[in-house]
Nanobody, 126 residues
Framework: QVQLVESGGGLVQAGGSLRLSCAASGRTFSIYAMGWFRQAPGKEREFVAAISWSGGSTYYADSVKGRFTISRDNAKNTEYLQMNSLKPEDTAVYYC???????????????????WGQGTQVTVSS
C-alpha cells in the first residue's frame, strides 16, 4: 500500500517556472518507476515524464522535452518535476504516479502504473 501526495502547483505566467514534488509513504520499497501525467478539462490523461528507480533512465513526452526535468530522491521517497518555459497549453492537473513492476516498454502507458496521487493544479496565464 502506497500513498502519493503532490505539491508545488499554482498560477504562473507564460515563460515562468514551477517545481512539483511528490512525496511517497507506505510500502515505498515496492516502487520501481515514478512519473507524472497531466489532464486538462475535457481531455484524456496524458503522459508527461517518468524515471527509473536508479534515476539512470528518464522518459519525456515530446511536448515537454527540453523544458521539463524529472528527478527522484530515493532516500526521501520523493520525485520532482522541474518545469521551465511554461506555456498556456501546459495548464492541467498534474498527477504523480508509481509502478511496482519493471516493464520499461510500458513506462509511458497509463495502465502500467499502480499508484496515483490526488493531483495538483498548474495554471499558466498568457
Amino acid at each position: 500500500q502506497v500513498q502519493l501526495v503532490e505539491s508545488g502547483g499554482g498560477l504562473v505566467q507564460a515563460g515562468g517556472s514551477l517545481r512539483l514534488s511528490c512525496a511517497a509513504s507506505g510500502r515505498t520499497f515496492s516502487i520501481y518507476a515514478m512519473g507524472w501525467f497531466r489532464q486538462a478539462p475535457g481531455k484524456e490523461r496524458e503522459f508527461v515524464a517518468a524515471i527509473s528507480w536508479s534515476g539512470g533512465s528518464t522518459y519525456y513526452a515530446d511536448s515537454v522535452k527540453g523544458r521539463f526535468t524529472i528527478s527522484r530522491d530515493n532516500a526521501k521517497n520523493t520525485e520532482y518535476l522541474q518545469m521551465n518555459s511554461l506555456k498556456p497549453e501546459d495548464t492541467a492537473v498534474y498527477y504523480c504516479t508509481g509502478a511496482r513492476t519493471v516493464i520499461t516498454a510500458r513506462i509511458t502507458s497509463r495502465d502500467y502504473y499502480d499508484y496515483w496521487g490526488q493531483g495538483t493544479q498548474v495554471t499558466v496565464s498568457s
